[in-house]
């Protein structure tokens, strides 16, 4: 029996490959499934915090500037009408909401994942009096793309402290791996959020990253059609927009373009808005799909290795 297991070996191609995870090498370091623990995870939300940990001076204040430029080339226009858009709104008479909403801002988002620049604007407008909440109300000038601006700094931060996460991964886990990723996960994600797929693209699945990216925008596309383009916008509907926002090029497009139309139909909305905010907001749940996809893609990208066919020659 040996020697007929031997025979069918030997009638392999001598250099037969095939992808094998890098743990499965037994000279390479084992990739470990274990996270980083809370404190990495608590750090991300202030930008660049761990970059400056792990000695990546220049790379954490680039990452703490670009959040800060974004948040506050919003909030200069915003100011504390930001404060009527978030998950619930503290009055005087919730005092402890109030007070943490004052001082740890995790009301907002996704302005919250940058923390200390949110952080800043609470503590330096905030006014939960009856005058300052009927001034949260007013609509601001250029409020729209203020308020996607915002948000992007937050989502920044996001991508930011996921490019951290997974240098700290490489670190741990990437000894003895042939090869970097083909793109940075965290950058990955990031730009599939900016345009579904791009990240697949550029992590070399360009037909996977098509086909969901297009998925997703079509879906965007029909929520703001039936909508008659108010689907999307955060003055209006700003809980569902925190969904929506997830698809970053179809916010910014309404923001732009869209949002800042009269509506138009019975008592002020479309006919069929419902509808339209709904797809609009899945379009952004499942872009969320496609950036966590992104991520793995890229990842999964630096712990592979080619390795011979049992029974093939080395």
Request: proline share 6%; glycine share 12%; with cysteine.
């Amino acid at each position: 029996m040996g020697s007929h297991r031997a025979g069918r070996a030997s009638t392999r191609a001598p250099h037969s490959l095939t992808f094998l995870p890098l743990h499965m090498n037994q000279s390479a370091p084992r990739h470990s499934t274990k996270g980083l623990g809370w404190p990495v995870f608590l750090a991300g939300f202030i930008p660049g915090l761990l970059h400056f940990r792990m000695g990546q001076a220049n790379r954490g204040a680039m990452a703490l500037a670009s959040c800060a430029v974004l948040f506050f080339a919003g909030f200069a226009f915003l100011g504390d009408r930001l404060f009527w858009w978030a998950l619930v709104a503290p009055d005087e008479k919730s005092t402890w909401l109030a007070w943490v909403a004052h001082y740890l801002p995790l009301l907002n988002l996704p302005e919250m994942f940058n923390l200390p620049c949110t952080a800043i604007g609470t503590i330096s407008s905030w006014d939960i009096s009856f005058t300052g909440q009927r001034a949260w109300r007013l609509p601001r000038d250029f409020e729209h793309v203020a308020g996607w601006l915002t948000a992007a700094s937050g989502m920044l931060a996001t991508f930011w402290a996921a490019d951290a996460q997974w240098q700290l991964t490489w670190r741990r886990d990437g000894a003895g791996a042939p090869c970097r990723p083909n793109v940075n996960p965290g950058l990955a994600a990031g730009l599939s959020w900016l345009v579904p797929g791009l990240g697949h693209v550029r992590a070399g699945q360009k037909d996977k990253g098509m086909l969901m990216g297009g998925a997703v925008l079509i879906v965007f596309a029909l929520g703001l059609l039936f909508s008659q383009g108010h689907g999307c916008d955060r003055s209006v509907a700003s809980v569902w927009w925190m969904g929506q926002n997830l698809c970053g090029v179809g916010t910014l497009f309404a923001a732009l373009v869209t949002a800042p139309m009269q509506m138009l139909g019975p008592d002020g909305f479309p006919p069929l808005y419902d509808v339209g905010l709904v797809l609009c907001t899945v379009a952004g749940l499942m872009n969320l799909v496609v950036m966590v996809d992104a991520y793995t893609v890229a990842e999964r990208s630096a712990f592979l290795r080619e390795a011979p066919v049992a029974g093939g020659a080395a």
